[in-house]
């Protein structure tokens, strides 16, 4: 069923998906997530991200989608280039400790410089170190694509994924991964 078929605009047909319709059913499709870091002035910079997909191969592109009226990507852009670091299974804190606008990112975190002077991450799967190629702006964010510098491959472990607004998608998780309360899609839809 269609969730804008839900609500109707007074007759007219169906209204505009909203942003919390966005959320519940784009949230059915299972993400990795990530860590995009940058160096800004010689400070370490990063925030989490489930948007990021390889784009080509020759040449070699990635893309992410961060919001641009956030404070952090706007310092990596000005720095011209950027580390993706994908995280593993285990590393959900970490993903806290960037998803949030609270608190030092980097502080007591043991980060290593790359040889592109960006922060790699401990622990992680994939490190994928990249200049700033373009960036084009959709809606509230810019769709960013990097011309990759380097790859490497770090870890063999499981990689965290984000599904229906939490981390994993097994048998356990699934009435656990409902969107959380401040969505308010329960009250919305049901």
Do not use: K, Y
């Amino acid at each position: 069923m269609s969730i804008a078929a839900l609500r109707t605009s007074g007759g007219r047909g169906p209204c505009a998906p909203t942003a919390a319709d966005m959320r519940r059913v784009m949230g059915q499709f299972a993400t990795g997530v990530t860590i995009v870091t940058g160096l800004d002035r010689g400070e370490p910079v990063g925030f989490a991200c489930q948007s990021f997909a390889s784009v080509s191969l020759e040449p070699p592109l990635v893309l992410f989608c961060a919001d641009h009226r956030g404070r952090t990507w706007p310092r990596i852009r000005e720095s011209g280039r950027f580390t993706v670091n994908v995280l593993a299974e285990r590393q959900g804190d970490l993903c806290a400790r960037f998803g949030s606008s609270r608190g030092a990112r980097f502080e007591g975190l043991d980060w290593t410089p790359s040889r592109w002077d960006t922060p790699s991450l401990p622990g992680v799967l994939v490190r994928v170190h990249c200049d700033v190629e373009t960036a084009h702006v959709a809606g509230d964010h810019d769709i960013v694509v990097g011309r990759v510098l380097e790859l490497e491959w770090v870890g063999e472990e499981a990689p965290l994924l984000f599904f229906r607004g939490r981390f994993g998608v097994g048998d356990a998780a699934s009435e656990a991964a409902l969107p959380p309360a401040e969505w308010g899609w329960r009250d919305h839809w049901w």
